[in-house]
């Protein structure tokens, strides 16, 4: 395998990294009520075991401006998270060891479990300490169960277990 092909087999096997920690951070920044704070650090433990799949009509690794761009019919797969797209393009620092950002445009849903985001377009910033996930486009929405909340942006910050809302609309329902 030439050196060129490695680094790109290195390249996505970074970006399934990424989108396995955004997929299993992802409930913890838009849950609602107590289940927020339940369990993840050992969620995150149990679900780096298990395989992560993405599908598309097409994949474009480029080496030479670190992205790679899945297209059409975008579907990645962990456990029990669910993130689809029409396209979602991984951006890679300079130095093309780490994931700067990961921005999936069209269509976009998150599913885990019992809760839902979706946008017309998500951005993931890769931050460390300081990891989001922008939702914006089409009257972004997060909902568990019944109780949801939408607005114009809502951006989840993903190390803070807590998340932000413009021009916000929250919809609760009591508990049976």
Do not use: H
Not at 36 to 65: C, F, W
Not at 70 to 85: L, P
Request: charged share 25%.
């Amino acid at each position: 395998m030439s050196r060129r092909s490695l680094e790109s087999v290195n390249r996505l096997a970074l970006c399934v990294a990424v989108l396995l920690a955004l997929a299993v951070s992802f409930g913890n920044g838009v849950s609602f009520g107590a289940e927020a704070k339940k369990g993840s650090l050992m969620q995150r433990e149990s679900e780096d075991k298990t395989p992560t799949v993405i599908t598309s009509k097409s994949m474009n690794a480029d080496n030479k401006n670190k992205t790679i761009v899945f297209t059409t019919d975008v579907v990645a797969v962990k456990g029990e998270t669910t993130i689809y797209s029409d396209e979602m393009t991984v951006y890679y620092t300079e130095d093309g060891k780490d994931i700067d950002r990961i921005v999936c445009k069209g269509n976009v849903k998150i599913v885990k479990g019992t809760r839902t985001a979706v946008s017309n377009d998500a951005v993931y910033y890769a931050k460390e300490g300081a990891e989001k996930v922008v939702l914006t486009g089409g009257e972004p929405r997060v909902w568990e169960g019944n109780n949801m909340v939408s607005g114009s942006k809502i951006t989840l910050l993903l190390n803070e277990d807590r998340s932000i809302v413009e021009n916000s609309r929250v919809t609760l329902y009591p508990k049976k």
